[in-house]
């Protein structure tokens, strides 16, 4: 009878676990580089919920030599104990598929979204896994093979004086596009978690190259905030202060710089919410409430109609903000569940950041004035560019675009704005081969002159008084900043095209600067591209081959058996219009560089690093953000 009832549950065991690996995408989102990550912090997110509980301040990931991962906590270790079917604890975690959305001690759920469906569905897209169990004097473990067969029970294999878990898995390379985990991804996720969970260390170790890294911050909040300014003039310290309201309680770390970026990240329950929500807007409405009424008292600002605008008294602020809401509250939405809904979050982080900053300027009048002073400056910027575009909007603008345009920009004669691609071409040489190469139905070539404004440095109203920026802005004639939007887009496709050395790199990096400060949705939208000329051709004389890079070369050296001459291109302006367009510009030979951008703030930390004073990691950049997957899979 006993049999009979274990059979049943094994078999239902069984069925749970194929159903994960038939539809792997319902558990973890996708089988991709995303996916495959996404099993790490399942598992990561368990050894961080031990130690917010208060058992064991360090975890370690290890990349293994033969493509496993094992992680490790110094928490009570995984109770090993039966259940009354006779199953082990461990066996009876790491097998069953829990309904996802799990409830922790403390009362919060630990995470929205895809997050909490369990270290079943681990085991599950893996081929092997194994959990070792300290605790209680006995180190014990517990073994599972191809999708979460128990290979090994529990059982005992030494004694320790220490408590703790250790998982190591091998993802399932039947499931996964790919089994190579990153060590920057994996590195860059701790160091956020590190930051919010003060007082815990957290150790990234690749043991294929030797690469580690270890992150520990005491008041990490604080620390994220001068993380966040590392490199820039700040005006202040970090202000940090917290409080609870129905339950929710709130902590937020804000510092002030030069520049002029918004830097707002913001986190529920130590997930991110990317997409924002309630608590960002609530946090948004109370600076700008206490800057409002601070400068009113203080007869900064005078006269019925003069206030600051958000955006205004944001200029140059990063902060973080943290919530930890109870699960009964929390409310998420969007596709990717990274907005938070919860209503009362806003009205709670408004009070506690009006207070606290009301408070705070009160308090500190040498700093309050700089801010009020920064903020009034934006102020007039602000309505001195509304007034420009009020006057564009009323005919004069429309002369003075068509002018600007004139002379620089080669139109292409389509319709469909859709269909239409917008080159922007590093010099007028090259610019002159794409405008007698290009196909003039759906080719537009705009030639950039000398170097182009970097975007991290200048002030907005550089920005938008640069002639070659406005120019750019003209053409794609989609608006700027809060005003653009890309299905207003004159070209479908817009292709940055520049030599392929050190200055091409550097004009792509200040162009890709501007676009993701400035027109963020057509990079969201798939719209940006990097074109992809050929480094060598091959002459035969009576016909040339092209080729991508040193690599290629040398590998079709060792097979071509004709005589031929190997040129160099070393800029665009060296080929003539024909080849231009043959290599780079003809879309049934080209290849094309998609420009995406996987993660907004990571993406903006590496913006601000690169473009700021340091020069070094500008390559580095293009490799991480830009996505190098070729379009439609053209290769040459
Ligand atoms: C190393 C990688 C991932 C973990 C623990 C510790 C306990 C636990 C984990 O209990 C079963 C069900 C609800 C209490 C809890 C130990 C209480 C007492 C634990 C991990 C028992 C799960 N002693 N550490 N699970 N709960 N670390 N690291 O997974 O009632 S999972």
Same mark, same amino acid.
């Given at each position: 009878m006993a049999t009979t009832k274990y059979d049943e549950t094994s078999i239902k065991i069984l069925e749970g676990l194929e159903a994960v690996r038939k539809r792997p995408g319902m558990y973890i %989102?996708?089988?991709?580089k995303r996916g495959l990550h996404h099993l790490i912090w399942e598992i990561v997110d368990n050894a961080i919920d031990e130690s917010i509980n208060g058992y064991g301040d360090y975890i370690k990931i290890t990349l293994n030599k033969d493509g496993s991962v094992t992680i490790e906590d110094h928490g009570r270790g995984v109770p090993t104990g039966k259940h009354? &079917?006779?199953?082990?604890t461990p066996e009876v975690i790491y097998t069953i598929l829990h309904a996802g959305g799990k409830f922790e001690e403390s009362g919060?759920?630990?995470?929205? %979204?895809?997050?909490?469906?369990?270290a079943s569905v681990v085991n599950a897209l893996s081929t092997k896994m194994e959990v070792t169990i300290y605790r209680d004097g006995v180190i014990s473990n517990i073994k599972f093979e &191809?999708?979460?067969?128990? +290979?090994?029970?529990? !059982?005992k294999i030494g004694s320790t004086n220490r408590t703790g878990t250790t998982v190591t898995f091998s993802p399932d390379p039947e499931i996964f596009k790919s089994t190579n985990f990153s060590f920057t991804t994996i590195t860059e996720r701790m160091q956020e978690s590190a930051f919010l969970l003060s007082g815990i260390t957290i150790e990234v170790e690749d043991q294929e190259d030797g690469k580690s890294a270890k992150f520990f911050y005491e008041n990490g909040l604080i620390n994220f905030v001068e993380y966040i300014n590392e490199g820039k003039k700040v005006l202040h310290k970090v202000i940090n202060f917290n409080g609870i309201k129905q339950g929710i309680e709130v902590d937020i770390a804000l510092q002030y710089q030069e520049g002029y970026n918004e830097n707002i990240l913001s986190f529920v329950n130590n997930v991110?919410?990317?997409? %924002?929500g309630s608590h960002e807007t609530g946090f948004k409405s109370g600076i700008t409430k206490a800057f409002n009424d601070y400068a009113k008292e203080n007869g900064v600002l005078k006269g019925k109609d003069t206030s600051f605008e958000g955006t205004d008294v944001r200029e140059g602020l990063s902060a973080v903000i943290n919530l930890k809401i109870p699960e009964a509250l929390l409310q998420f939405e969007g596709q990717t569940k990274?907005?938070?809904?919860? /209503?009362?979050a806003r009205t709670v982080t408004e009070q506690i950041t009006y207070e606290n900053m009301k408070f705070f300027l009160e308090e500190n009048r040498e700093i309050a004035l700089t801010i009020v002073e920064k903020a009034s400056r934006s102020k007039v910027a602000r309505e001195a560019a509304r007034k420009a575009r009020e006057a564009a909007r009323n005919g004069k603008g429309k002369e003075k675009k068509d002018k600007i345009l004139s002379g620089k920009l080669a139109k +292409?004669?389509? !319709?469909d704005p859709s269909k239409m691609e917008l080159f922007l071409v590093e010099g007028d040489s090259a610019g002159g081969s794409a405008k007698t190469g290009r196909n003039r139905e759906t080719q537009a070539i705009l030639p950039l002159r000398g170097k182009v404004l970097n975007c991290e440095k200048a002030s907005s109203n550089d920005i938008h008084s640069n002639e070659e920026l406005n120019t750019l802005t003209y053409a794609i004639? +989609?608006?700027?900043?809060?005003?653009?939007? /890309?299905?207003?887009? &004159?070209?479908?496709k817009v292709i940055i095209m520049t030599d392929a050395d050190d200055d091409g790199a550097h004009i792509q990096i200040l162009l890709l600067t501007f676009f993701y400060r400035f027109m963020r949705p057509l990079i969201e939208a798939g719209m940006l591209y990097i074109a992809n000329p050929p480094l060598y051709a091959l002459d035969f004389g009576k016909y040339k081959e092209y080729v991508a890079t040193d690599e290629e070369l040398e590998e079709r050296k060792k097979t071509v058996k004709q005589a031929y001459k190997v040129q160099r291109f070393k %800029?665009?302006?060296?080929?003539?219009s024909d080849e231009l367009y043959d290599t780079t510009m003809n879309p049934e030979t080209r290849s094309l560089i998609k420009v995406s951008i996987t993660d907004a703030a990571l993406a903006e930390k590496r913006v601000s690093v690169l473009m700021g004073? !340091?020069?070094?990691?500008r390559k580095e950049w293009i490799e991480e953000n830009?996505?190098?997957?070729l379009e439609d899979n053209f290769r040459r």
């Open positions: %989102g996708s089988t991709d009354e &079917n006779g199953m082990s919060y759920k630990v995470s929205g %979204g895809l997050h909490g469906v369990g &191809n999708g979460g067969h128990v +290979a090994q029970k529990l !059982k991110k919410t990317s997409d %924002g990274g907005k938070l809904g919860t /209503p009362e +292409a004669t389509g !319709k004639g +989609a608006g700027i900043g809060n005003d653009f939007d /890309p299905s207003d887009s &004159n070209y479908g %800029g665009l302006g060296e080929m003539d004073d !340091k020069v070094e990691p830009v996505d190098f997957t």
